[in-house]
């Protein structure tokens, strides 16, 4: 999909990213940064990503954790809460509301910050 945003220009940025979070301003910055991405880059990040094997045994953890995602991926992490909840019975889960994924830190990284921040002055 990068590969394509990539090659379709400013036209396909238009497309894969939603237009009521992202002003022109941010559309034109992101093309931008992706004609100066190589393929190779775009390779290497997804390659090392999506092939991570997760172990079959999950070790034992007895401190707090949380879970963040936002409201408007809750369907496509369905899988993953069901997961992290089996897992680790004492989860916190906390909803980003009007958000998708990763979208708490590239759009509202103070806040972001401010949240990371709390967790550890609380340890």
Do not use: C
Not at 46 to 64: A, H, L
Not at 68 to 77: H, N, S, T, V
């Amino acid at each position: 999909m990068m590969r394509s945003i990539k090659r379709g220009g400013l036209v396909a940025v238009r497309k894969a990213f939603r237009s009521d979070t992202y002003g022109e301003a941010d559309l034109k910055y992101i093309y931008n940064v992706f004609r100066f991405i190589s393929r190779k880059t775009i390779w290497r990040t997804f390659e090392s990503s999506n092939n991570y094997k997760i172990p079959r045994t999950v070790p034992k953890y007895n401190g707090q954790l949380q879970y963040w995602f936002g409201d408007r991926e809750e369907k496509a992490r369905r899988r993953d809460l069901k997961f992290v909840k089996a897992s680790y019975p004492n989860v916190r889960f906390i909803t980003m509301r009007n958000m998708g994924h990763g979208e708490m830190a590239r759009l509202r990284p103070k806040e972001f910050v401010r949240r990371i921040g709390r967790i550890v002055e609380d340890h």
